[in-house]
């Protein structure tokens, strides 16, 4: 059975259904290029527990997860991410294919891929068994031979000749049609992404466990202030919330 979620604000509703939850995030204008990232953390801001954020993700934040991935045109994932937590193919499962063809969508979000030493397989079933041809954002340094290893199975983009250049990125999506953005991390790609100053909504699961010690967190680097966001939306799953926060507040 699902955990049971709901909302606490701004509107109340008890139990709620994907659907609901996909109305929710859902934004009126498609083609306003939008940047959300999802995160789930501890209650003291740990990002990881034993090396993975699967320890601290429990029901609620696996749906919430699913869900953010539905109206999504692409899904931009950090190289790290993807090793570590041993991603597949970027396919949804059938209610999400229905509510994305029910909503004009294609069946499945481009899956987007950033890596700067391109140690990804392409053999992986990453690339043999994705719906849609996925997308590898590298930049000029890359190793060519890999590039070209990988661009027998992927599109590969260069955004960026020494460092990646956030704006490119989102640029070279919009200019493919992909302006819904999803990022499911990691605390890298987020910090380059803050950095930038190109996130729009950061949906954060805080997960009730404590962690201390040395995990990392959810962002990587530094900015030179800090950066305010308003909250938009709070849900509940008995002791977990899960927050969204928009630009702007103070
Ligand atoms: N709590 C959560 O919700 C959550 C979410 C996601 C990940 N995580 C955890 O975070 C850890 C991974 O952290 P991470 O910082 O390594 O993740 P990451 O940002 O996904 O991956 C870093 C790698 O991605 C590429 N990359 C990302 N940003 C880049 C940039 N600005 N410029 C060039 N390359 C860039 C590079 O790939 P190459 O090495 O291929 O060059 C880099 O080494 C894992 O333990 C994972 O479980 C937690």
């Not at 606490?8 to 498609?30: E, F, K, N, Q, Y």
């Not at 193919?89 to 700067?116: K, Q």
């Not at 070279?172 to 803050?194: D, K, N």
């Amino acid at each position: 059975m699902n955990a049971q979620i709901d909302s606490l604000w701004p509107t109340p509703g008890i139990d709620l259904d994907d659907d609901t939850l996909t109305a929710g995030v859902l934004r009126d204008d498609r083609d306003e290029p939008w940047l959300r990232v999802n995160f789930v953390s501890s209650i003291d801001g740990a990002a990881t527990h034993n090396g993975l954020s699967g320890g601290m993700s429990g029901e609620a934040d696996k749906r919430v997860f699913d869900v953010l991935r539905r109206p999504a045109d692409v899904v931009l994932v950090g190289a790290g991410t993807v090793r570590a937590e041993g991603y597949g193919p970027m396919r949804l499962d059938e209610p999400a294919v229905r509510w994305r063809t029910a909503n004009t969508l294609s069946r499945h979000p481009v899956f987007a891929i950033v890596s700067a030493g391109l140690d990804l397989d392409p053999s992986s079933t990453i690339f043999t068994d994705a719906p849609v041809r996925p997308i590898v954002v590298t930049i000029g340094r890359s190793p060519l031979d890999r590039r070209n290893a990988l661009a027998e199975v992927a599109e590969v983009i260069v955004c960026g000749d020494d460092d990646l250049e956030p704006h490119a990125v989102l640029l070279a999506l919009r200019s493919r049609g992909l302006a819904q953005v999803h990022c499911e991390g990691g605390p890298m790609l987020f910090g380059a992404l803050l950095a930038a100053d190109a996130v729009d909504e950061l949906c954060l699961t805080v997960s009730p466990v404590l962690e201390a010690g040395s995990a990392r967190r959810i962002a990587n680097g530094s900015l030179p202030q800090s950066r305010g966001m308003a909250l938009a939306a709070v849900l509940r799953s008995d002791e977990t919330l899960m927050l969204r926060y928009v630009r702007g507040g103070r």
